[in-house]
């Protein structure tokens, strides 16, 4: 038998050329949709940080920056819009992007996520404020609600006061973009970070009349997202930077104390992810979607747990090039909703998944 020996160039081409392959594949199988697209609107620089939601009667809503005069953050960019489109039809097609917060130039509103509160059919839209003409550096946290499934929308909330704190006005804090909950007590949960003090839960026991913030925070984390496993037991999956890995933390006393672990199986380079519990015939399954690389923000997965978290599935390939943050949203009993930034931040894609094929594929 005869022994070929390959040199490091040609195993470096042949492993990109399986990889093509493999998107090719996965292309096939999923519809991308370009949702938001500067290329299509000459006066944005470009779209970004998405937000998924599923209103009470179906409706999808996918919320996202407008940044206009450049990609740039919240504290270096003095024109940020929030944008929305929806969907009638599980995503078959979508609407017109409406803008939904339009502040004066010099002042933004960035990074949207979105709560429904399933009792009073109540969804709320919140995103952080500055003005960056007259108090630049200071963040506020505002929100918006509708109460017709995104067709309109309240003027603008402030509840700064009750989910920070005074000696907090010069921190560098924001909510987290993506999605919060809301809990089987109807409790609403979320994620709010402070680079300084680190990652409290947020929340409202009134159906959003009040906030409250947790003063117990995770640690170490970034941009978090938080899920409840079983009553009163809480679960928030955390971006951290420079480790190559994510983490998760968990409370059986609403916060009070929480047990951190290392999630070394779910490596991630620091961005965002989208973390949802979905009963699934009866099963209730955790799904996961975030940058499957240590140091690049390329190659965005989903996986799932069966049980709550303990262990999670290989991955499965959504999109092998460069993409970051993300949203799931569950469309209705048999689909997935994903949103995610792709190619350097230059479209942002739906797609919609099959959970009965993504689940046998995972070998469930």
């Known amino acids: 038998m005869q022994i070929i020996h390959l040199s490091n160039k040609k195993i470096f081409c042949l492993v990109f050329i399986f990889n093509i392959i493999n998107f090719q594949l996965a292309q096939e199988k999923l519809e991308f949709v370009d949702l938001f697209n500067s290329k299509n609107n000459p006066k944005v620089s470009c779209y970004r940080i998405p937000s998924i939601i599923t209103a009470s009667n179906g409706d999808l809503i996918a919320a996202i920056d407008e940044r206009v005069l450049s990609c740039d953050d919240l504290k270096s960019n003095r024109d940020i819009n929030i944008v929305m489109r929806k969907s009638n039809n599980n995503g078959k097609s979508w609407h017109p992007i409406v803008r939904i917060v339009d502040y004066p130039l010099g002042e933004s509103a960035s990074d949207p996520s979105m709560i429904l509160d399933k009792k009073t059919n109540t969804i709320f839209l919140f995103y952080n404020y500055m003005d960056l003409d007259e108090q630049k550096n200071i963040y506020y946290l505002k929100y918006i609600s509708s109460n017709d499934n995104g067709n309109t929308w309240s003027s603008p909330v402030d509840i700064t006061e009750q989910i920070s704190k005074p000696s907090w006005k010069n921190d560098f804090k924001f909510i987290t973009s993506g999605k919060g909950i809301q809990t089987s007590d109807g409790t609403l949960l979320h994620c709010l970070v402070n680079l300084q003090k680190g990652t409290h839960i947020f929340g409202s026991i009134d159906n959003g009349k009040t906030w409250f913030l947790n003063e117990n925070p995770v640690s170490p984390g970034d941009e978090s997202k938080i899920v409840e496993l079983e009553d009163n037991v809480w679960m928030v999956n955390s971006r951290v930077n420079n480790l190559g890995f994510r983490y998760s933390h968990l409370t059986y006393d609403k916060g009070k104390s929480w ?85 350097n931040y230059s479209k942002n894609i739906f797609v919609s998944i099959s959970l009965k094929e993504f689940l046998k594929e995972m070998g469930m």
């Open 259 to 343: 047990i951190s672990k290392e999630e070394k199986s779910i490596i991630d380079p620091g961005c965002n992810a989208a973390f949802i519990k979905i009963n699934y015939q009866d099963s209730n399954l955790l799904f996961l979607s975030n940058i499957n690389s240590k140091f690049d923000r390329r190659e965005i997965v989903l996986r799932f747990s069966n049980d709550l978290g303990k262990t999670w599935s290989k991955p499965k390939v959504i999109y092998y090039g460069s993409a970051a943050y993300s949203s799931i949203t569950l469309i209705n009993e048999n689909k997935l909703g994903l949103f995610f930034e792709m190619d």
